[in-house]
């Protein structure tokens, strides 16, 4: 079965400080992770997959299959990254349409 | 274009009540879906849809009907509100489901059932 752990449920760090949030992942095949994030009175959003390893306003997340984990980080962080983070595994399509499996969610907070 | 939208954004019901939450999509998308939000359980998903005329369940269906008679809209149809059915209800979608694609979220409906 699918599962995301998000181990914080809050994580509060100082501006100019580094953020990593958590994601563990279980999973047997080959996923697709996400991180997706719900900045305050706006619509949850994608940030970054894992596929296109990409940097998104400085995050970036590396998927470590040994570890079965996918730690969201940010060297710098800003007050505007203050928001809800969420992980999200896909598996493979089942019936024809993927099933995004959501972690807990992270609230980050960045303290001036 | 509006992407992604749910109406009502809140509501409260009785126990024993029924309404409809409706989406509507213009993105031209075939894959729609429903998810509840709660706290400390992160997104679960309700029922999904790959095209008009087909639904399936997801993680949490029970006390949730959907329909998908157009590509653009899929309602949410609580028959029977129940207060474990209090949360926020996000309805989303992307172009055809698959495992790479990302999902547009709509604002959300929160949902109190007293």
């Known amino acids: 079965a699918q599962r995301v752990t998000q181990p914080e449920k809050l994580l509060s760090v100082f501006k100019g400080a580094p953020v990593e949030l958590k994601c563990n992942y279980s999973y047997s095949g080959s996923p697709e992770l996400f991180w997706y994030v719900q900045y305050s009175r706006q619509r949850l959003q994608l940030l970054l997959r894992?596929?296109s390893r990409e940097s998104i306003k400085g995050f970036t997340a590396d998927l470590n299959k040994g570890e079965t984990s996918f730690h969201l980080k940010k060297p710098f962080a800003q007050e505007e990254d203050s928001a809800m983070y969420y992980c999200a595994l896909s598996g493979p399509r089942v019936q024809g349409a993927q099933k995004l499996v959501f972690g807990q969610g992270t609230r980050l907070t960045i303290n001036p | 274009n509006a992407g992604v939208t749910q109406t009502p954004k809140f509501q409260v019901l009785k126990t024993g009540q029924s309404m409809t939450l409706q989406c509507a999509q213009d993105m031209n998308h075939e894959y729609m879906s429903w998810y509840r939000q709660d706290p400390g359980m992160g997104l679960r998903l309700i029922h999904y849809s790959v095209g008009a005329g087909i639904t399936d369940q997801g993680e949490v269906p029970n006390g949730y009907n959907v329909s998908r008679s157009t590509t653009e809209d899929f309602p949410l149809r609580l028959l029977s509100a129940a207060p474990s059915q209090t949360s926020v209800y996000f309805c989303?979608?992307?172009?055809?489901?698959?495992?790479?694609?990302?999902?547009?979220f709509g604002s959300g409906t929160q949902l109190s059932v007293l």
């Open positions: 894992h596929i």
């Open positions: 989303a979608s992307s172009y055809s489901g698959n495992t790479n694609e990302k999902l547009f």
